[in-house]
């Protein structure tokens, strides 16, 4: 079996070499590896030129495509209509790949030569108690996922190129929460199963979290900006500004001004904290294992900071992407219908 992996790449110069070193380190090589470049402006497209240059034998097969302007969708798109190989392992830049990741990523064609699509699994690159608390709020351990229901990133997946050219490649018209639609078109080539995607939990990549709020923030939004445009998980939105803009106000308005005991309200306030905040505590167990007491307390004091930020962000984006999607209604795909 040929396989190529593609990426795209976007002003990743000091993360790129990462990158490169652990698909060069896979106990299955790559046949090739297609990177598609938005037009990078920090030297990423020397970068990897220069690595190639330097390890001619690491990645013989390394190409660059370079696209000005072009989204992470068409960038993906053109990597893969360059691929050579009929399987298609898709990362992205900024991760590092387990040794044992495309070898996990493509042992399921050798089983089921039929097999459409692989899901392998992201985990947390997390370091300092910020970064730990983030990952705790926003990414699931590999235990917590349902193989059944999972929607894989596109940082860490596999699948035909026929598959992919039958879900009409990448949504190019979108440029945030594309892989969930692309996920969508090829789940729809199996309607028999619950899912086109074979779970590989081992093929991993660890993915670093944001480090800040504000790029938390602005990572947020524009998922959320990308989920109005997409017309994606309406009701999950919908429970978010009911929520905060109904159930909150009416615990607040009773712990402040209740006339039947203020104690209950703050009660109220503080169970919904604990159901808010539960999940990531737990997650909090394992993935804080590494720092102190104090640390993992601050960790999980940053996690309902973390979690409103989070909030608020979609809040702001989600009807951005909404007004954005009415106006260039004409030009969106009629089979997109909300989820």
């Excluded at 220069?50 to 798109?77: K, M």
């Excluded at 949504?171 to 929460?177: F, H, K, T």
């Excluded at 947020?220 to 429970?239: F, P, S, V």
């Excluded at 503080?270 to 720092?291: D, K």
């Amino acid at each position: 079996m040929r396989v190529s992996v593609i990426a795209t790449v976007y002003n990743e110069r000091t993360s790129i070499e990462r990158l490169l070193a652990s698909l060069a380190g896979q106990t299955r090589r790559p046949d090739e590896v297609i990177f598609c470049d938005g037009g990078s402006q920090d030297g990423t497209v020397d970068a990897i030129r220069a690595y190639s240059a330097r390890y001619p034998d690491h990645l013989p097969g390394l190409q660059i495509r370079v696209a000005p302007g072009a989204n992470i969708s068409r960038g993906r798109n053109i990597a893969i209509a360059a691929a050579a190989g009929p399987l298609i392992a898709a990362t992205d830049a900024g991760v590092l790949l387990e040794a044992q990741w495309l070898e996990m990523l493509v042992a399921p064609w050798e089983k089921d030569a039929q097999t459409l699509a692989v899901a392998g699994a992201f985990v947390p690159d997390a370091q300092g108690v910020f970064q730990t608390a983030m990952a705790a709020t926003v990414l699931p351990l590999v235990e917590e996922i349902d193989p059944r229901h999972f929607l894989p990133s596109s940082r860490s997946v596999a699948f035909t190129k026929t598959a992919w050219q039958r879900a009409g490649g990448y949504p190019e018209w979108l440029d945030y929460c594309e892989d969930l639609l692309f996920d969508f078109a090829v789940n729809a080539q199996a309607p028999e199963r619950t899912t086109a995607f074979v779970w590989a939990p081992h093929a991993r990549v660890h993915f670093r979290p944001r480090q800040t709020l504000s790029a938390f923030w602005t990572q947020y939004y524009r998922y959320a900006r990308g989920d109005g445009k997409a017309d994606l998980w309406r009701k999950r939105h919908a429970i978010r500004y009911a929520t905060y803009f109904v159930a909150l106000p009416l615990l607040l308005g009773h712990a402040f001004f209740g006339f039947f005991g203020r104690g209950l309200g703050w009660l109220g306030v503080l169970a919904g904290v604990v159901l808010y905040c539960r999940r990531p505590w737990q997650r909090l167990r394992s993935l804080g294992a590494s720092l102190s007491p104090a640390q993992r307390l601050l960790a999980a004091a940053l996690v309902p900071l973390i979690r409103v930020t989070g909030d608020l962000a979609k809040m702001a984006g989600y009807p951005v992407g909404r007004l954005w999607r009415w106006r260039h209604r004409a030009e969106i795909p009629d089979e997109r219908k909300g989820r």
